[in-house]
T-cell receptor, first 114, second 112 residues
Framework: AQSVTQLGSHVSVSEGALVLLRCNYS??????LFWYVQYPNQGLQLLLK??????LVKGINGFEAEFKKSETSFHLTKPSAHMSDAAEYFC????????????FGKGTRLSVIA | KAGVTQTPRYLIKTRGQQVTLSCSPI?????VSWYQQTPGQGLQFLFE???????NKGNFPGRFSGRQFSNSRSEMNVSTLELGDSALYLC???????????FGQGTRLTVV
């Protein structure tokens, strides 16, 4: 079975500072990994996904994540935080079989301070 | 193209009642999944439908059910509502349970 652990339920950064949201996964088979963002009263929007190609994955809004098998990690980063990045971020894992659901972490709420 | 549409956006029901939520996937998508989101449990998988068949099911009681129609639209039903069913219910569609799921804005259900 797959699982995801997001370290830190709440992260606060200053505008312009580095954003680092941590995600560790557990999977008995090669995983597929995702980061989603959720704004208040909205659904989830896919930021980026890792599907066993390049280990450094670039997503939308300047976010990127690096898959590190040895550390079973898939941390999300952004060099410079913007006020509009304030939202909840979810890491998720799946294994591709055509019908395997996403398993989500508990989420990390990102606050950006002016 | 239009995204995933969930109706209604907000719903208030009384304990013991039943409720039906609707999800219209992106045109051409045949897989529809449902998730429940609560502050305590986070995002939990309910079930997935593909071509009108339930292909996968999460660990929820039988009060939670769903179906999918020939046009891929899906409904989920919760019977005998409990206070703990208050949650944001999210629907996601994909071409074939593939690796890019698109989520709707959700239906916020409040049980009083």
């Amino acid at each position: 079975a797959q699982s995801v652990t997001q370290l830190g339920s709440h992260v606060s950064v200053s505008e312009g500072a580095l954003v680092l949201l941590r995600c560790n996964y557990s999977s008995s088979v090669p995983p597929y990994l995702f980061w989603y963002v959720q704004y208040p009263n909205q659904g989830l929007q896919l930021l980026l996904k890792y599907t066993s190609a390049a280990t450094l994955v670039k997503g939308i809004n300047g976010f990127e994540a690096e898959f590190k098998k040895s550390e079973t990690s898939f941390h999300l980063t952004k060099p410079s935080a913007h006020m509009s990045d304030a939202a909840e971020y979810f890491c998720a894992v799946s294994v591709y079989s055509g019908n395997t659901p996403l398993v989500f972490g508990k989420g990390t709420r990102l606050s950006v301070i002016a | 193209k239009a995204g995933v549409t969930q109706t209604p956006r907000y719903l208030i029901k009384t304990r013991g009642q039943q409720v039906t939520l609707s999800c219209s996937p992106i045109s051409g998508h045949r897989s529809v999944s449902w998730y429940q989101q609560t502050p305590g449990q986070g995002l939990q998988f309910l079930f997935e439908y593909f071509s009108e068949t339930q292909r996968n099911k999460g660990n929820f009681p039988g009060r939670f059910s769903g179906r999918q129609f020939s046009n891929s639209r899906s409904e989920m039903n919760v019977s005998t509502l409990e206070l703990g069913d208050s949650a944001l219910y999210l629907c996601a569609s994909s071409l074939d349970g593939d690796l890019e799921a698109f989520f709707g804005q959700g239906t916020r259900l409040t049980v009083v």
